[in-house]
């Protein structure tokens, strides 16, 4: 089965730009989704089909895929950022939807 | 406003049954694949199944196969999901959620809670 590997945890100061990674076998020829989760809440899109972003996400947030490595970016990293977040594709091959298993964002 | 509400959680013993149930309201709704995704306590997001705009697809993860059935009723703008021989695993909170064009989950309820315990 298809398997989304992402870090754990990925740690920033304000103001810098967070990078969290979504490695997969050729995840380049597939769609990425990424999700923004914070504590007690449900999931929310942040990204769709690589790098578009859903109205009312700030231009702050932007992605991109290629080769086996798809990656959010968050620019100019406010607290309010602080979460965990999801990378999603669908897999082909065996009709499943798969996840990453999550990167929690620290804002130091 | 697009709304999802989940319904039916509880906390059931290993080898119980469960009926979960997603009120869609504000959308179009025989116009959208529905999934349901779960989160167990403490960790990442796990995708339980998924059912297409007509119920033509439908699709599920592995570990639920043959315990789960997930259902719809466009009539009704209502989901299901039916859960049989529950495991201790299987404990977390599920979640349906709403997918662009079979794709990306745009809105996602807010959760109900399963708990399965002895």
């Known amino acids: 089965s298809y398997v989304l590997t992402q870090p754990p945890s990925v740690s920033v100061a304000p103001g810098e730009t967070a990078r969290i990674t979504c490695g997969g076998n050729?995840?380049?020829?597939?769609?990425v989704y990424w999700y923004q989760q914070k504590p007690g809440q449900a999931p929310v899109l942040v990204i769709y089909y690589d790098s578009d972003r859903p109205s009312g996400i700030p231009a702050r947030f932007s992605g991109s895929n290629s080769g086996n490595t798809a990656t959010l970016i968050i620019s100019r990293v406010e607290a309010g950022d602080e979460a965990d977040y999801y990378c999603h594709v669908w897999d082909s091959s065996s009709d499943h939807v798969v996840f990453g298993g999550g990167t929690k964002l620290t804002v130091l | 406003e697009v709304q999802l509400v989940e319904s039916g959680g509880g906390l059931v013993k290993p080898g119980g049954s469960l009926r979960l149930s997603c009120a869609a309201s504000g959308f179009t709704f025989n116009t959208y694949s529905i999934n349901w995704v779960r989160q167990a306590p403490g960790k990442g997001l796990d995708w339980v199944a998924s059912i297409s705009s007509s119920s033509t697809f439908i699709f599920y993860a592995d570990s639920v196969k043959g315990r789960f059935t997930i259902s719809r009723d466009n009539a009704k703008n209502s989901l299901s999901l039916e859960m049989n021989s529950l495991r201790v695993e299987d404990t977390a909170v599920y979640y349906c959620?709403?997918?662009?064009?079979?794709?990306?989950?745009?809105?996602w309820g807010q959760g109900t809670l399963v708990t399965v315990s002895s």
């Open positions: 959620a709403r997918a662009v064009d079979g794709d990306f989950f745009d809105y």
């Open positions: 050729n995840i380049g020829g597939k769609s």
